[in-house]
């Protein structure tokens, strides 16, 4: 540990000065975190909203919808069994 013994003699001043970085500091760090969050949510939700509007084609009738799966393991999984299921549910069995 190193200590430092320094005399503040404007110790106004010096609080000032601190408080005022210490804002901008937060202000930049609760900006950056916003920016993070919506990229992270439109990375995840985006392949969400177009299967939920292909599986509402799929609950329409249309059974040539196609599910894209993009983004996560789970995503792409989701799409691939739904692509499976649209396909068994249009296979005519006479």
Do not use: C, H
């Not at 992270?40 to 599910?67: C, H, Q, W």
């Not at 069994?81 to 006479?94: M, P, Q, R, S, W």
């Amino acid at each position: 540990m190193i200590l430092l013994d320094t005399s503040v003699q404007p110790l106004d001043s010096t609080v000032r000065t601190l408080v005022t970085q210490y804002a901008w500091i937060a202000a930049i760090i609760v900006i950056a975190a916003g920016i993070m969050v919506f990229l992270l949510y439109r990375r995840i939700s985006s392949p969400l909203v177009r299967m939920n509007e292909s599986a509402k084609m799929l609950a329409k009738g249309n059974y040539d919808t196609v599910f894209a799966g993009e983004g996560y393991l789970e995503t792409r999984e989701l799409a691939d069994t739904l692509n499976i299921k649209a396909v068994e549910l249009g296979y005519n069995f006479d």
